[in-house]
């Protein structure tokens, strides 16, 4: 039996992520804990954010990043703004770097309390992806579902922001695909080696688009970051939109936006809202958990 960690619920446009603060300790959530914690819905979560002190100079932490299946991830968009939220809470600063297995992100939070994260650079080579199979240009590969004369989704844009994201461009509203239906059929395609989180990503003007997205070990989530940042780069890429674009999430209207600016110098810099909602305290090795009674906003 661990010793308790304390962790707070937390979301960014309604993508359910666990912060858990595993400074000072030398063990790490496991991937069963993840699960029962999934299988719990007093929790119900996509994502655990789980914080470890600094392994790098110039760091202020190490974030492992867990699906609620129980994988690793390398990205969280979502997770990285709550967890910046929560540290900003606790210390009073407002910049912070820190570092996952995928790199080095960079953070602020602003004055009006949206959180801006470097993303880093797009990666769109297909054996990096990575992709099953070589594409020239990435940026449109052979993948389709549905009838092969009259496929329902097609010719996706493929990226890597860490982790691997294909964007389906779809002219109606995401909300009206099968994407529960066709999302685990496409997140474990043969294309995908590492699985892929699945966008359908619908652009309503060169500096907006609205994207739904079936994310790599987590199924249907409210919003997902990296993917934001994935059809972003993809518009641009695809010369269907600028490079600096607004992201509405289908699932969630009202929850807000994700600005996203594909900089010059090649970063993605994701600037959104995160929420606290509770706290509580966990074990790290089998997920038993316990919410705090008082509503204090705080790891
Ligand atoms: N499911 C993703 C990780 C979480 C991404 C998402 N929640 C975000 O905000 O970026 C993956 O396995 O690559």
Redesign the pocket.
């Given at each position: 039996m661990a010793a308790h960690a304390q962790f707070a619920r937390m979301n960014?446009l309604g993508?359910r992520i666990l912060v858990v603060d595993m400074r000072g300790r030398r063990d790490a959530v496991t991937p069963r804990a993840a699960i029962a914690l999934a299988a719990d819905p007093a929790t119900g979560f996509?994502?655990i954010m789980a914080i470890h002190d600094p392994r790098t100079d110039g760091t202020d932490a190490f974030i492992d990043?867990l699906?609620c299946d129980g994988?690793k991830?390398?990205?969280?968009?979502?997770?990285t703004r709550c967890v910046v939220q929560a540290l900003a809470g606790e210390t009073g600063r407002k910049t912070f770097t820190f570092q996952t297995v995928a790199g080095i992100l960079n953070a602020v939070e602003h004055e009006d309390g949206t959180i801006s994260v470097d993303m880093g650079r797009p990666v769109f080579d297909w054996d990096r992806i990575p992709l099953a199979e070589e594409f020239f240009d990435t940026s449109r590969i052979e993948l389709q579902i549905g009838p092969i004369d009259a496929p329902v989704l097609h010719s996706p844009s493929a990226v890597s922001m860490g982790?691997?994201h294909a964007v389906f461009w779809v002219e109606r509203d995401p909300m009206s695909y099968d994407l529960d239906r066709f999302g685990p059929l496409l997140e474990n395609h043969p294309m995908f080696p590492e699985r892929a989180?699945i966008t359908l990503a619908q652009v309503t003007s060169p500096s907006a688009m609205t994207t739904r997205t079936w994310?790599?070990?987590?199924g249907l989530?409210l919003?997902?970051?990296?993917?934001a940042c994935a059809a972003a780069v993809s518009g641009a890429r695809t010369g269907r939109t600028g490079r600096t674009v607004a992201v509405t999430v289908a699932s969630s209207p009202g929850r807000g936006t994700l600005h996203i600016d594909w900089r010059e110098d090649g970063k993605v810099v994701m600037t959104g809202p995160a929420e606290w909602e509770w706290s509580g305290t966990l074990d790290p090795e089998t997920g038993a958990f316990s919410r705090d009674e008082a509503g204090a906003a705080a790891l």
């Open positions: 960014g993508n996509d994502q990043i699906n994988s991830a390398q990205a969280c968009g979502n997770g982790n691997p989180n994310e790599r070990g987590a989530t919003a997902c970051g990296s993917a």
